[in-house]
T-cell receptor, first 115, second 115 residues
Framework: KNQVEQSPQSLIILEGKNCTLQ??????????LRWYKQDTGRGPVSLTI?????NTKSNGRYTATLDADTKQSSLHITASQLSDSASYIC??????????????FGKGTKLSVKP | DGGITQSPKYLFRKEGQNVTLSCEQN?????MYWYRQDPGQGLRLIYY???????QKGDIAEGYSVSREKKESFPLTVTSAQKNPTAFYLC??????????????FGPGTRLTVL
């Protein structure tokens, strides 16, 4: 079973609309949760990072939330732009060993913003 | 201009040949990583290195080898023993902050195709 599940797998929205991407996880305990944006054929770029004790973190039009009780995180995109078309990846860092190899990546949600 | 670079962007290899992917960073980061990305799957860790002259296997190290002779460089060799080498390979680097606040910065990726 995947430890980090993202939904939907893909999403198409019109420019200017809002959208919310979901990330459900079973990883516990964890030290932080990140959302990355990956343009097609490029490397991922960090959008937000939240520790397990934080509830929300914003970066411009991107707002991430974290509910540790339900083990859910969401990424809300406001007033979408064509440049928001990308894959969005939820990543959790396991909280043991101090090793930096302990990241668990979701499969990503592919967002397409249409004019 | 600081950053992390990978070369080449596209690489074609005949079956049975070894090939080396380059990764260089001038961010003065101690830790470096190699990931593999396949369609519809999350990133999977191949190898990582927390310091020069030291590296550890990730989740899918079989058929791969690495070296870390310099802080700036972490080349990945895909050997003929790797059964399904066609994939998008991503290199990343981060500070060695074990408190969990480190962010991995990704290179642009190398797409390897085995003919």
């Amino acid at each position: 079973k995947n430890q980090v599940e993202q939904s939907p797998q893909s999403l198409i929205i019109l420019e200017g609309k809002n959208c919310t991407l979901q990330c459900n996880y079973t990883v516990s305990p964890f030290s932080n949760l990140r959302w990355y944006k990956q343009d097609t054929g490029r490397g991922p770029v960090s959008l937000t990072i939240m520790t397990f004790s934080e509830n929300t973190k914003s970066n411009g039009r991107y707002t991430a939330t974290l509910d540790a009780d339900t083990k859910q995180s969401s990424l809300h995109i406001t007033a979408s732009q064509l440049s928001d078309s990308a894959s969005y990846i939820c990543v959790l860092r396991r909280n043991y060993g101090g090793s930096q190899g302990n990241l668990i990546f979701g499969k990503g949600t592919k967002l397409s913003v249409k004019p | 201009d600081g950053g992390i670079t990978q070369s080449p962007k596209y690489l074609f290899r005949k079956e049975g040949q070894n090939v080396t992917l380059s990764c260089e960073q001038n961010l003065n980061h101690d830790a470096m990583y190699w990931y593999r990305q396949d369609p519809g799957q999350g990133l999977r860790l191949i190898y990582y290195s927390q310091i020069v002259n030291d590296f550890q296997k990730g989740d899918i190290a079989e058929g791969y080898s690495v070296s870390r002779e310099k802080k700036e460089s972490f080349p990945l060799t895909v050997t003929s023993a790797q059964k399904n080498p066609t994939a998008f390979y991503l290199c990343a680097s981060s500070t060695s902050d074990r408190a969990g606040g480190d962010t991995q910065y990704f290179g642009p990726g190398t797409r390897l195709t085995v003919l």
